[in-house]
């Protein structure tokens, strides 16, 4: 017992001060503070901008099968409350059932729980333990708990694949998942919301002018990426300094809000000169896209809401609705209800891959 509660208290002390190093070692523009956020449900919601894969890469990934596989490990971090738990086993489920396909390169799987406690579903999926933060650190925002959870996987963690995705519980993979990075740059899913260009007075507090143009920052988040596993074992502690940072700002905290974090990494990446293919198709988000067209990832972050005649109703419960915010507390049951006809592909698929999951899923619910 005295053995647990020493290494814990080091474990603490070592990362308070580690946080706190490197935030004093990266902060290397002055530090003082406006916001986009979601400045109406219309700008929000409205189609990401289409950026095309190159060609080239495309044409490699149909060629894999005579090429040597880059693996790449797939990361996911979590809670350990009911709602980001159900997300990981769908998640987990879908990851088996195509990790072994043509095509794939995805190699090994790991839930990042940072709760700074092991549970039940330990032997289910593949897990580490990480430490939240210390308390108060997180301001309320705890989000910012997944940038230090990766630290300290990286940091402790054996990870074979040379390359890392960055991954979340909200997402189901729809097909094998080919590397997608390519000569030193990692691959990322590019969102609209992400402005830096917008924002370049607040951003250049992290990313001075010495660093280079501001289109050097992609309009990225954490994730989908794929990336070398050696870059982000720089990128993330900076990452973790710049949220830090970021969230201490009160001006740089109003013009980023809940995507701050996002924001952060996408700072990181440039700070350390490690830039992303864009790649469009990398996943879809119903029910704005409504095909799975080329994508490898249903991201289901938006609620779906239809009447009985397919139509949707954004904005107002539907009578037919499929939102993972409605299971924040309880387990999805089985059998989801199918949408009404004429409901896009999109959502019909979501929810048909979660009825899979969950009728395979032992002890579903419990």
Known sequence: MGWGKMFFTVVITFSAALITYNILISANASFKQEFPGPSSAKRLFSQDPIIKMPLERSNNNNNNNNKKKRLFHTAVTSSDSV??????????????????????????????????????FMDEIPTFVAQPLPSGMDQGYIVLNRPWA???????????????????????IVKPIPNLSKDGLGAAFPFFYIEP?????????????????????????????IVSKEALKKIAPTWMNVSLAMKKDPEADKAFGWVLEMYAYAVASALHNVGNVLHKEFMIQPPWDTEIGKAFIIHYTYGCDYDMKGKM????????RFDKRSYDNTWPPKNLSLPPPGVPESVVTLVKMVNEATANIPNWGS
């Open 83 to 120: 709602y980001n738990t159900w997300q990981c086993r769908i998640m987990y489920y879908w990851f088996k059932k195509f990790k072994d396909e043509p095509n794939s390169e995805m190699g090994g799987f790991t839930r990042i729980l940072h709760s700074g406690k092991s549970d039940r």
């Open 150 to 172: 990766f630290v300290q996987w990286l940091q402790q963690a054996q990870i074979e694949e040379d390359y890392i995705l960055m991954s979340e519980p909200d997402h189901v």
């Open 197 to 225: 260009k917008k924002y370049e007075s607040v951003l250049r507090k992290f990313f001075p002018q010495q660093n280079g143009p501001i289109t050097d920052i992609d309009p990225i988040g954490n994730s989908p990426v």
């Open 313 to 320: 109703t954004y904005g107002k419960i539907g009578e037919w």
